[in-house]
């Protein structure tokens, strides 16, 4: 019986314990540095910004259209932001860059859909990349597609992409000579 009681206390140790997003990829690469995540325009409000973070945090921002703010910006991530961002791409690393877009589409594609990019940077000097467009309706990608096109919110980056609100009164200001 106390067999039975301790090997159920290790298993309950072991399930509690917090899962982080795996630092080497299924190819051997080295630990994950730094990740670049860039939106694509769409037929409509879409913000399009490119991020690239590093593992200590240290972040650019470079907005585009549709967001509070264009231009460059430095962010820093927290560690937490780092891991959650991580975590939240984690299951869309691929072994070797994947490009997912009209012409690979293996189903319905819609035409007025956002892309993103991923490109994760390993500490031995390799990177894998996800070109994703959004439009795309295959199987297991549909699903997902804004788990992905939203990884973005795990970082601190409210203030310069800027709620729909904001988008539209910034490109309204912009078009007016503001």
């Not at 009681?5 to 290790?10: M, S």
């Not at 991020?51 to 910006?73: C, D, N, Q, Y």
């Not at 959004?134 to 699903?143: D, I, N, S, V, Y």
């Not at 788990?147 to 904001?166: C, H, M, N, Q, S």
Request: aromatic fraction near 12%; charged fraction near 25%; charge should be negative.
């Amino acid at each position: 019986m106390f067999r039975y009681a301790a090997a159920l206390a290790a298993l309950t140790l072991v399930a509690c314990t917090p899962v982080s997003a795996p630092e080497t990829t299924a190819h051997g690469a080295g630990a994950v540095e730094s990740i670049a995540f860039s939106t694509g325009p769409c037929f409509g409000a879409c913000p399009v910004f490119n991020v690239e973070v590093g593992r200590s945090g240290e972040g650019t921002f470079r907005g585009e259209r549709f967001v509070a703010v264009k231009g460059e910006r430095p962010f820093t991530a927290s560690p937490t932001e780092w891991d959650a961002f991580t975590e939240r791409l984690a299951p869309f690393r691929p072994e070797t860059s994947q490009k997912y877009g009209f012409e690979n589409c293996d189903g319905p594609t819609a035409t007025d859909h956002a892309s993103v990019v991923v490109t994760w940077r390993y500490t031995d000097g390799t990177e894998t990349t996800l070109d994703w467009y959004m439009g795309c309706r295959q199987p297991g990608l549909a699903e997902n597609a804004e788990r992905l096109y939203e990884a973005w919110e795990e970082l601190p980056l409210d203030d310069l992409v800027g709620t729909l609100e904001d988008r539209f009164r910034y490109e309204q200001d912009q078009a007016a000579g503001g």
